[in-house]
């Protein structure tokens, strides 16, 4: 800790269209803060994508919040199913299944996942951009056999 009480021992800020830009699973992914940054307390990543699902998953390490910031959501986590717009903001506890739909798309959400690390995980299967953009079909296929397993190593679980 430093002498503000402080695990981050520099601060730091980014621009709107500033951050490691990826694509990744279908999607654009802008890492805005890692683990290193925050001092082990975050990754914040900002996620733009069209319609589609994610498969149902769990993260055992870190708990995971979504900010809707343009679009329409269908969450579910755990039990619960959340319709959710702009503005709105999404909480799921760490060891609890779930995914989501974009149901009105492009959908752009800021992950905050805490603690910090996910930016290992997300950088493992995706690759980098500097196209600010979704990728097209075709661009930056996922590796869906590697997945499961690399997964497995940040503590993740694809339950789908």
């Given at each position: 800790m430093n002498k503000n009480g402080s695990v981050a021992d520099v601060a730091f800020a980014l621009g709107a269209?500033?951050?490691?830009?990826?694509?990744w699973m279908g999607s654009l992914?802008?890492?805005?803060?890692?683990?290193?940054?925050?001092?082990?307390?975050?990754?914040?990543?900002?996620v733009t994508e069209n319609e589609g699902e994610t498969p149902l998953h769990v993260h055992h390490r870190e708990d995971e919040?979504?900010?809707v910031l343009q679009g329409e959501v269908e969450f579910e986590v755990g039990e619960k199913s959340i319709v959710a717009g702009p503005g709105a903001v999404v909480f799921g506890p760490r060891s609890v299944p779930h995914r989501y739909v974009v149901r009105r798309g492009p959908a752009k959400m800021l992950f905050l996942l805490t603690p910090g690390g996910f930016e290992g995980l997300l950088r493992e299967t995706s690759e980098p951009t500097t196209a600010l953009r979704i990728p097209g079909q075709g661009e930056a296929e996922p590796d869906f056999?590697?997945?499961?397993?690399?997964?497995e190593r940040y503590d993740c679980e694809l339950l789908a």
């Open positions: 269209e500033e951050g490691e830009a990826r694509w992914a802008v890492i805005k803060a890692t683990a290193a940054q925050t001092g082990g307390q975050f990754t914040l990543v900002e919040t979504f900010i056999e590697a997945l499961p397993a690399i997964a």
